[in-house]
């Protein structure tokens, strides 16, 4: 990892030598009015579009015009069970069994469906902890379900929080905040990758501690899930969702990818809002019927989904199974560490990376301080064409995503910073 070298020729030596390279011609690369190429390292954000998007959609275009509701048993990918031609790819991409995955639903909603079963409060047992920067929707959400259940909702919330100065969190303070508090404490709740500070926590260790204290674990991994490889099923918790239009590339808005433990996939008596998509697909359309839950993670269903949006999940994630997340990450770490390496030289009266430096404790995102900085920096970063991601008060928050990004795109951009410092 320390041989990296200056200068635009070791980036473009790098680019012949990735053998993933070539996939970045399978993405629309966005331009500017000149036609340039944008650097764009905004991928956690919205990924890009893979040029086979259009061509998956169109397929169900198609068979929606010439088969009408016949589509869903004739259609090339039938409808009915459309869903579940993403389950193995998805199951691959978090490491997790194919009982235990379902594409549904969005994000936030998603949360609150897996609350409706897994925050189950009593009068002594019932707060929720996060982290203290979690991402304002995760906050929301979990706030609305205290209020929901009739408690306070500051006072029902605990905070694992930073050390004075710091912004990486610490597993001892979670450890006395378990010690202290374990006993009121419903669910725990944690972005698995921080959205602000790029820290990727260890799942499994988060797990286990918040279950000896009884309570139940959920990880939003929005930012994990395409980005670092996740083990759900290893890592024990009880339920976790993201969504597929950040590193998933699935398009805007687009469906959210959830999972629930193989513990609880035969549970029936796990409290749930249904629909006629959690029950059993042999008598779900002889109608009338009493209702009989699904197994696993699509007992959690509740509509029949929109299959168009699906198509664009189904070709980022055919690209996903082809590449290989182990593939993906070995670039990752080597181009996230090229892009550290360069950005250090800048020097660290400039700029601080609050990012942990442990690349086993972060992803491909790097959030950089810029001491001194205002938002105009930003915008003088974009007008120069690079494409990234401004948060208050001085973080430039950046993802080189392996899929992609290029070592040229690494090296142009950090040049662009030096010149506008
Ligand atoms: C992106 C993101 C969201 C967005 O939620 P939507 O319901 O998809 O709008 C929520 N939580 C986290 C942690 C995110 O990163």
Request: aromatic share 22%; no cysteine.
């Given at each position: 990892m320390s041989d990296y070298k200056f200068g635009l020729e070791y980036a473009k030596q790098q680019d012949i030598l990735d053998?993933?390279?070539?996939?970045?011609?399978q993405f629309h690369i966005p331009k500017d009015k000149d036609g340039n190429e944008l650097i764009y390292l905004c991928g956690n954000s919205l990924g890009l579009q893979p040029k086979s998007t259009k061509d998956y959609i169109n397929q169900e275009l198609e068979d929606w015009a010439n088969l009408g509701v016949e589509g869903h048993t004739d259609a090339k990918n039938p409808w009915m069970k459309y869903h579940e031609f993403l389950t193995e790819a998805t199951a691959n991409l978090v490491g997790a069994k194919p009982i235990e995955v379902v594409t549904m639903n969005s994000l936030t909603a998603n949360l609150h469906f897996m609350m409706a079963s897994f925050y189950k409060p009593t009068k002594e047992r019932y707060k929720i902890l996060i982290e203290s920067d979690a991402f304002p929707s995760d906050k929301y959400a979990v706030e609305s379900q205290l209020r929901h259940h009739g408690f306070n909702d500051e006072e029902g919330l605990l905070l694992w929080k930073p050390r004075e100065g710091e912004e990486l969190l610490n597993y001892e303070d979670l450890e006395l905040i378990l010690k202290n508090h374990g006993h009121e404490i419903a669910l725990i709740m944690i972005g698995g990758v921080n959205y602000y500070t790029g820290q990727f926590f260890d799942l499994k260790r988060i797990a286990k501690l918040g279950h000896s204290y009884g309570c139940m674990v959920g990880f939003d991994c929005a930012h994990g899930a395409g980005n670092v490889k996740l083990n759900l099923h290893d890592s024990n918790t009880d339920f976790a969702v993201w969504c597929t239009y950040k590193y998933l590339n699935a398009g805007p808005g687009n469906l959210s990818g959830c999972f629930v433990h193989e513990r609880h996939?035969?549970?029936?008596?796990?409290n749930r809002f249904t629909g006629?998509?959690?029950?059993n697909k042999e008598t779900?359309?002889?109608?009338?019927?009493e209702f009989d839950v699904l197994p696993g993670a699509e007992g959690w269903q509740l509509s029949n989904p929109p299959i168009l949006a699906m198509a664009a999940i189904k070709a980022s994630l055919d690209m996903f199974n082809e590449v290989g997340m182990d593939r993906l990450l070995e670039k990752s770490k080597k181009l996230t560490g090229y892009f550290e390496f360069l950005l250090k030289e800048l020097g660290d009266n400039i700029i601080r990376i609050i990012t942990p430096s442990n690349p086993d404790e972060r992803g491909c995102q790097l959030s950089i301080q810029v001491l001194n900085a205002d938002k105009s920096l930003h915008h003088k970063l974009t007008e120069s064409g690079v494409i990234s991601d401004w948060r208050e008060p001085d973080v430039i928050r950046c993802a080189p995503v392996p899929m992609y990004n290029s070592f040229e795109d690494v090296y142009r951009m950090v040049e662009k910073l030096k010149e506008i410092l």
């Open positions: 053998e993933l390279s070539r996939y970045r011609e996939a035969y549970d029936k008596d796990l006629w998509w959690s029950h779900r359309f002889n109608m009338r019927q």
